[in-house]
C-alpha cells in the first residue's frame, strides 16, 4: 500500500535532487529520507530512484508517481478537511498564493472577513505572479491562488482544468510624471507615448505591455524593469520615464509626484481565485473563495 508521507518524500526527492536536500525541506535527516524511500521502492516492487555517485535521477516508474502524488496529495487533503469540517471541529487551514497588488488590495479585507466569521480557520499568505502561482497550486503546494490574464489572451485555455472564481476586471492606467505634458489630460491614447522612457513591470505585464505597444504602432523603450510597484511609482514620480499599471496597484501605491491618466483604448486584466476541483469542496477552501468574492464586490 502507498503511504501519503511516502509519496511526500518521493515528491521532496524528485524536487530538491537529493535524500539530504529532502530531509532538509522536510524537516527530518537523511536516513530517513531514505529509509521511507526504500519502503516506498517495496510497496510498489519496482525501482524508483537510480542512485550515479551523488546525483539521483527518477526511473520511468517514479516519474509516473510523482506525476500522480499532487494530486493524491490535494485529494487526501480535501477528504481530510472536510471530515474535519463534519466532525465538527470548525478548523481548517488555507494556503493562499496572491500577486503582490492583490495582496494589498483584495487579500486582506477578504482574510479579516474570514477570520471574523471562521476564527479558527489559518491562511498562509505567499506571494507571487502567474504563471508560476497557478504552478504552485497544480503542484499542491497551495489550495487558491489569485492569479490574472489580460484580456485577448491566447492562452485561453490555461485554467481549464481548475475551478475558476471570477472577481473582477481591473483597468490598467497609465502613469506619468505630475509635469509631463500629459499629465493632465483626460485620456492618453498609447500611442502618443511612443517617444518615452518606459519603466516595465513584472515579467506577465512587461508583456502584456510590449504586446499593447506594438498594437499601437511602436516597440516601446524599455529603461527599467521592477516587479515592485513602489519602485514604478518612485522611478516615473522621479522623472525617469512613464509606466502603465493596474489600477489594483495604484490604489495600493501612494503615487508621489506621478499622475495616472485613462488609457485608450482601455487595457483590462481579468482577475480570478483558482482551486483544484477536490480542493473546491473544502469548507475552509469554500470559505475563503466566498470572502475573496465579497472583497472584489467592495473594491
Known amino acids: 500500500m502507498i503511504e501519503a508521507r511516502h509519496l511526500r518524500v518521493l515528491r ?26 526504500k519502503a516506498l521502492e517495496t510497496s510498489v516492487g519496482t525501482p524508483l530512484l537510480v542512485r550515479t555517485g551523488r546525483e539521483m535521477r527518477l526511473t520511468q516508474a517514479g516519474e509516473a508517481l510523482v506525476r500522480h502524488a499532487s494530486g493524491i496529495l490535494a485529494g487526501l487533503t480535501a477528504a481530510e478537511e472536510e471530515v474535519a469540517a463534519i466532525a465538527g471541529l470548525r478548523a481548517g487551514r488555507v494556503r493562499l498564493v496572491s500577486f503582490p497588488s492583490g495582496s494589498s488590495t483584495l487579500v486582506p479585507t477578504a482574510l479579516a472577513a474570514l477570520r471574523a466569521a471562521h476564527p479558527g480557520t489559518r491562511v498562509s ?10 504552478e504552485l497550486l497544480r503542484d499542491g503546494d497551495c489550495d487558491i491562488a489569485l492569479a490574472f490574464r489580460y484580456e485577448g489572451a491566447a492562452d485561453v485555455g490555461e485554467w481549464d482544468d481548475l475551478v475558476v472564481r471570477p472577481l473582477l476586471t481591473d483597468r490598467l492606467v497609465g502613469l506619468v510624471p505630475e509635469r509631463h505634458r500629459l499629465a ?20 506577465r505585464c512587461r508583456g502584456q505591455l510590449v504586446q499593447a505597444c506594438e498594437s499601437a504602432g511602436f516597440t516601446p523603450r524599455i529603461d527599467f524593469a521592477t516587479d515592485d510597484y513602489p519602485a514604478v511609482v518612485g522611478l516615473v514620480g522621479a522623472g525617469l520615464g512613464v509606466a502603465v499599471l493596474p489600477q489594483l496597484a495604484i490604489e495600493s501605491v501612494r503615487p508621489r509626484g506621478a499622475r495616472t491618466v485613462a488609457l485608450e483604448p482601455a487595457v483590462r486584466r481579468e482577475i480570478v481565485a483558482l482551486t483544484l476541483p477536490d480542493l473546491a469542496q473544502v469548507p475552509a477552501v469554500a470559505a475563503t473563495l466566498e470572502q475573496l468574492g465579497r472583497a472584489a464586490r467592495r473594491a
Open 12 to 37: 521532496a526527492v524528485a524536487a530538491t535532487g537529493s535524500f539530504s536536500a529532502a530531509g532538509r525541506e522536510l524537516g527530518c535527516t537523511q536516513p530517513a529520507v531514505s529509509q521511507q524511500m
Open 125 to 134: 499568505l505567499e506571494e507571487a505572479e502567474p504563471p508560476k502561482s497557478v
Open 184 to 203: 493632465r489630460a483626460d485620456s492618453v491614447a498609447l500611442g502618443e507615448l511612443a517617444d518615452e522612457p518606459w519603466i516595465a513591470g513584472c515579467p
